[in-house]
């Protein structure tokens, strides 16, 4: 009796130092294990009665519980600041500068602002059986919001009919703000007002991309989605087209002659510009000396030029489907810095003396001229490398030798092997998808894989390591994070189930050795396609930084971008950094370049997302000629609101929606990648095989929508699939009496 007495002082000592505790938080979040902490709490007990305390106080209303498990006091937080996100189911939120937290946010409290906009709220106190809510009372600062979407033009006004996830209204627009826009035009409308009175927003036409549905339309929209520019403005192209292309025999002077070197480019076989070459001759010790000509770019656009300033904003040229929009002005990308053959050049080099096993004795980087001898593309390099006959075929198989010695090398060190293939259309001239073929890297793509990548490290590490003990000098570096911990551990236990083995623990070099054999053993066997998927997943993102954490996908320890200055904006910084430094120049300031590397990082996601778009957009307008037709495929996704599915034919990727799942009530298992169904318990995991049949494609919403065909759910008619209904509602077109029947049916058969 006398034990348990103590044991309830001490609980309630230990409540009472958690009120406290509360009492004298300011500006801060917390949960039990920061609040246990804080109070010297270890033993697991005692931390369960201050979770308990907390949840106790969240239930009372006397704090606010943020998110699960996480609190703050309603006194301090009843006034703050935030980012709003704005989306068209109404699931509105603030973002908290405070810490990061979502809280929700009412239309009707959301003062209209709009996705981005900086806001001041009011938090409400968590009521019983509610999650917290704000209210927008003040809108700090507007965001410029822009929206694409198709003008529907009546007589006394028009309006933007758009499908943005931002926003749910269409947006009314004056006829004297529509900028000569007609029904039917693909449009961006800026937001003007929004009165406090009004459903819908008011805009005005920023600019008419044309007709929607036509491909130039279709994809500058995608572009403007991105915020990335699909125009080239006049001003910097007439800067471009005044810069002398000539090469004095002073700046020859200067630099190294290479011309009498046998160089050549490979690139693909619709490349037009040329930012890189090869040049090999053996030396007189029976070496190799291996040239990595890039194209000089720096020496034509000087700093805060307007050319350089337009590079500098868009960062990165954009591949699209069906086109490229480049950084930099054609004149200067596709002629004047172009590694053309039969031409001098400028060039920023790497020069590596190669023993004939492959190993790098020496490097140099210098400012080089030379003069390439051939074009090559991928594919006459890849039949000169098998047939061992062709132009400068010597050259190119020793190069060829060369590469494979550095790529095992390098696997060995600890790099990973993801060899993945691409997917490409064939466009006719409207720009109509007419056939997809598959994109493969072989040797004579990982010839100039391989010696980039040695470039880039060797520029990198000679920056990188040239202040010894001391500090090194300011330089951009890209780099690549451990994996996520969580997904690696995940992945390895998915693995074993197959009979893998994946490190989650040792070096990186252990680790990466072990994702390589996994991935090699995998090939051509049925798990290849979810263990491949979620082995990428687990990866983090490179990105570009002044602060060198190494490579961990290469397993290099220092490693850049230097060799497509024509296309990469880093690449430019990196040959400006190295002109500097090689010169003896000081150390460069460390804030700007790094808000160009975060730049940089940024406008290269945009451009992937926005390629990502365009490819999506044509996936189906190219499946949109092929409704009602039945594919084998495999589910590459698996979502809380369906499967997604990639066609073996040609690669297209389309959602089986979960309402078209009518055979049972399935849950979302996220830890192992599957929906589960309640009665019969069928699993669609990741990776799995699958019929499907092409349902509905939505160009608009760039949506291809399947539905799955088994001995249960045999093929649709093309007529019930283009009436847009699921299956599910088919289903129910039975009538009542059918209805009841299926309900009144003791069981169905379980889905084999």
């Known amino acids: 009796m006398a034990k348990t007495t103590k044991k309830t002082k001490q609980t309630d000592l230990l409540r009472d130092a958690v009120d406290s505790y509360i009492q004298q938080q300011s500006n801060a979040t917390f949960n039990y294990k920061q609040v246990s902490h804080a109070l010297g709490v270890e ?84 009521v019983k059986g509610r999650e917290p809510e704000a209210e927008v009372i003040e809108i700090i600062e507007k965001k410029d919001q822009t929206f694409i979407g198709t003008l529907k033009v009546e007589r006394h006004y028009a309006s933007l009919l758009t499908d943005s996830k931002y926003l749910a209204s269409d947006i009314i627009i004056p006829r004297a703000k529509l900028k000569g826009g007609v029904t039917g035009d693909k449009a961006i409308v800026r937001i ?60 020859v002077a200067a630099r190294r ?131 061992g006959k062709g132009d400068y ?24 092997d993801f060899d993945r293939m691409e997917v490409r259309f064939d466009i006719d001239e409207t720009g109509h998808p007419v056939g997809v073929y598959f994109k493969e890297s072989k040797d004579a793509n990982k010839l100039i894989e391989e010696f980039m990548l040695l470039a880039n490290r060797t520029v990198a590490t000679t920056i990188g390591m040239a202040g010894g003990k001391k500090k090194g000098k300011q330089f951009v570096y890209r780099v690549h994070d451990v994996p996520d911990v969580d997904r690696l ?85 990196v040959h400006r950094l190295l002109e500097r430094y090689l010169a003896g120049g000081r150390s460069a300031g460390k804030e700007k370049l790094e808000q160009l590397c975060k730049h940089s990082s940024d406008q290269e996601q945009l451009a992937a997302n926005a390629e990502r778009a365009s490819i999506k957009y044509k996936q189906v307008e190219y499946m949109s000629d092929r409704l009602g037709e039945v594919y084998d495929g495999v589910i590459s996704g698996v979502t809380e609101w369906g499967l997604y599915v990639e066609l073996d034919e040609n690669k297209c990727e389309g959602l089986v929606p979960m309402r078209d799942l009518a055979d049972d009530y399935y849950d979302f298992d996220e830890r192992n990648y599957c929906l589960v169904g309640r009665r019969y318990n069928h699993r669609y995991r990741l990776g799995d095989k699958i019929k499907v049949q092409v349902a509905r494609c939505n160009l608009e919403r760039k949506q291809l929508d399947f539905v799955i065909v088994d001995e249960k759910n045999p093929p649709r008619t093309l007529d019930s699939l283009k009436d847009g209904r699921s299956v599910a509602e088919i289903l129910k077109d039975g009538g009542k009496k059918k209805k009841q029947r299926r309900h009144e049916t003791p069981g169905r058969r379980r889905r084999k």
């Open 257 to 387: 002659d290479m011309r009498d070197v046998t160089t050549f480019t490979i690139d693909p076989k619709d490349a037009k510009d040329f930012d890189d070459a090869l040049s090999l001759r053996k030396l007189a010790n029976g070496n190799y000396e291996v040239g990595v000509h890039i194209a000089d770019v720096t020496h034509y656009v000087r700093p805060d030029t307007i050319i350089d300033r337009e590079a500098r904003d868009r960062a990165t040229s954009v591949y699209l489907v069906d086109r490229v929009v480049p950084m930099l002005p054609e004149h200067l990308s596709n002629g004047i810095c172009s590694l053309r053959p039969d031409e001098d050049k400028l060039t920023f080099s790497t020069i590596f003396e190669m023993t004939p096993d492959g190993r790098v004795v020496k490097s140099d980087i210098t400012r080089t001229v030379i003069r390439s001898n051939r074009r090559f593309t991928y594919e006459e390099a890849q039949d000169v490398i098998e047939t």
């Open 43 to 126: 033993n697991p007990a005692q931390q369960r009665v201050v979770a308990l305390k907390l949840a106790e106080l969240a239930f009372d209303g006397d704090l606010i519980e943020v998110s699960p498990g996480k609190y703050k006091t309603p006194s301090r937080t009843t006034v703050a600041t935030g980012v709003f996100v704005r989306r068209s189911n109404g699931k509105n939120s603030v973002i908290t500068d405070e810490d990061g937290e979502p809280i929700f946010v009412a239309e009707r409290n959301s003062l209209h602002a709009l996705n981005g906009d900086k806001v001041k709220v009011n938090i409400a106190a968590r």
């Open 489 to 573: 551990n995940n992945l390895s236990q998915l693995a074993r189930t197959f009979g893998h083995k994946v490190k989650t623990k040792g070096t990186p070099q252990e680790i990466n050795r072990s994702l390589n054999k996994m991935l090699a053993d995998i090939k051509d066997r049925p798990e290849e396609n979810l263990l491949a998927t979620l082995a990428i997943r687990s990866m983090a993102k490179a990105i570009y930084t002044t602060d060198n954490i190494g490579h961990y996908g290469l397993g290099f320890d220092y490693y850049t971008h230097f060799t497509s200055p024509i296309r990469r904006y880093p690449d430019m910084m």
């Open 192 to 251: 003007t007002q929004w009165p406090d009175d009004s459903k819908n927003p008011i805009g005005e036409v920023v600019d008419i991309l044309g007709k929607a549905g036509e491909n130039n339309a279709e994809i500058h929209a995608i572009l403007a989605e991105f915020g990335l520019p699909y125009r080239y403005p006049e001003a910097v192209e007439k800067a471009a087209d005044r810069i002398d292309a000539g090469i004095t025999d002073e700046v």
């Open 393 to 416: 075929a010597d050259e190119i198989l020793t190069l060829d030798r060369l590469a494979k010695i550095l790529r095992a090398a390098r696997y060995e060190n600890g790099s990973v």
